[in-house]
């Protein structure tokens, strides 16, 4: 997946409030987004969320690259049509 697409799981992840709800309407499994985030993540060089069983937290700059996110994939679509 390229780089907008880790973006749009992402967004996709925080907007639903978790992997599980995200993967579904992406057609992908929890695990397989968790490792796009984890990815992301990696590539960016910092901790966009914080994880429990339950729920997912933006950190300080995981919000300020959703805020980013939402804005790009927004352009993106509007792009596109």
Known sequence: M???????A???SVELGGFSAAARSLGLTPSALSKLVSRLEGRLGVRLLNRTTRKLVLT????AFY???QRILSEIREAET
């Open 67 to 69: 805020l980013r996110c």
């Open 60 to 63: 300080l700059e995981g919000e």
């Open 10 to 12: 992402f967004v996709r």
């Open 2 to 8: 390229d780089s907008s697409g880790e973006m749009a």
